[in-house]
């Protein structure tokens, strides 16, 4: 069964891959420029979303589903429901996860050049997409239902959170899906 659900997804991106037409450096420039100029208008943002995470040492994913709340430049809030909810709040200098199940929390001070630092930053970068042509490369694709970005860092210890982040925008450039792949080999499906 298993083999034919992966037979099925590899022949749909195919499929999909086909329609999609890569965007030069100028078009790629020009939608980053329509992607800032929208967030300005609203620098404010709220979803729902639906989570999915490979673990390598897992055999079965973890799924979870959430709220995710961001302001431009970096404040976010994400509460995760599920098996191992959690909250987790920034304001762009410190980071706290509270995790109710636990009656625990963890508090970090941000911009102290740590992992975490780089782990927050493609964060808050991936979703304002502010200045990110600095901290990623970009490879970009208009498809039949919107935009592909593919995003790999430049920094090293960018490079220690992901190797990679797939970033699929709707025609009217709101996220509809990422896809982070780490190092280790594990990967995030939101």
């Known amino acids: 069964m298993r083999k034919i659900i992966t037979v099925i997804f590899l022949v749909a991106s195919f499929v999909i ?11 790629i420039k020009s939608l980053l420029e329509r992607i800032r100029e929208k967030r300005a208008a609203a620098p404010s943002m709220q ?10 040492l897992l055999d079965e994913p973890i799924n979870s589903s959430g709220k995710i709340w961001f302001q431009a430049p970096n404040k ?16 762009g ?3 706290w996860i509270y995790y109710p199940n636990f009656k625990s ?3 970090y001070s941000l911009a102290k050049r740590s992992p975490l630092d780089a782990a927050i930053s493609a964060i808050t970068t991936s979703l304002n997409l502010e ?11 208009n498809g039949e239902k919107g935009y592909d970005l593919e995003l790999t860092p430049r920094n090293p ?3 220690r959170i992901f190797q990679k982040l797939l970033l699929h925008l709707s025609d ?10 780490q190092p280790n080999g594990d990967q995030i499906v939101t």
């Open 17 to 27: 891959g086909v329609k999609a037409e890569p965007l030069s450096p100028a078009d």
């Open 47 to 56: 979803a729902d979303f639906q989570e999915q995470r490979k673990v390598h």
């Open 76 to 91: 976010f809030r994400v509460e995760r429901k599920g098996n191992a909810p959690s909250i987790t709040v920034s304001d």
């Open 93 to 95: 200098q410190q980071l």
């Open 105 to 107: 929390a963890e508090h």
């Open 131 to 141: 200045n990110v042509e600095h901290t990623f490369h970009i490879i970009a694709a």
């Open 157 to 159: 210890s960018m490079k």
């Open 172 to 181: 009217d450039l709101f996220a509809e899906r990422t896809d982070m792949l």
